[in-house]
């Protein structure tokens, strides 16, 4: 192979960065979003990338909050939601990608991962509400009831009072 035939294989590789904006006209049509899907498939490698490193994560997740945290109910409550929108996030992603390969018409259509995205976002934007204001009042809650369990009298137990 010489440089001519670089320069030419080179040539014919088209790149155009309208591929990747998103048109938001085109979202508000109708008819685009319902439409059955074209032949671009460019898009699945990454979207199964994607997909593993959500299942993997969660994963990761669900092992930490095992093995490292142990016995700890706030941070067990927050980093299962995490591990159940990881997974869940990624099998929705595969399944999204199996009924577009496939062609399947209602589930294909461009609406159906437009309503997952936003759904997504929304959920995402609760964990991080949850994580950031309500976490660390059932922390200091669980501690404050660890305390107590720990320093006060059990009822019941010790001498009686006359």
């Known amino acids: 192979m010489n440089l ?3 320069v030419n294989h080179t040539s014919q590789i088209r790149f155009s960065l309208s591929d990747y904006i998103i ?3 085109k979202l508000l049509d109708w008819n685009y979003l319902t439409a059955a899907p ?8 990454p979207a199964i990338i994607l997909s593993v490193l959500f299942i993997i994560s969660g994963v990761i997740v669900s092992w930490y909050n095992r093995r490292k945290l142990g016995k700890y109910p706030p941070k067990n409550k927050f980093f299962k939601k995490v591990f ?4 869940i996030m990624g099998l929705s992603i595969l399944a999204l990608l199996f009924f577009r390969y496939e ?3 209602p589930l294909s259509s461009r ?7 936003s759904l997504s ?3 995402l934007g609760y964990l991080g509400y949850y994580r950031w204001f309500r976490f660390p009042e059932e922390v200091n809650r669980y501690e404050s ?3 107590k369990q720990k320093y006060l009298p059990k009822s019941g137990k010790g001498k009686k009072r006359k």
Do not use: A, H, Q, V
């Open 4 to 6: 001519s035939d670089i």
């Open 121 to 123: 976002l929304i959920w």
């Open 38 to 45: 074209g032949p671009n498939f460019n898009f699945y490698f």
């Open 145 to 147: 009831w660890l305390l």
């Open 84 to 87: 159940l929108t990881s997974e």
């Open 23 to 25: 048109n938001f006209e």
């Open 111 to 117: 609406l159906i991962p437009l309503g997952f995205f």
């Open 103 to 105: 062609g399947i018409f």
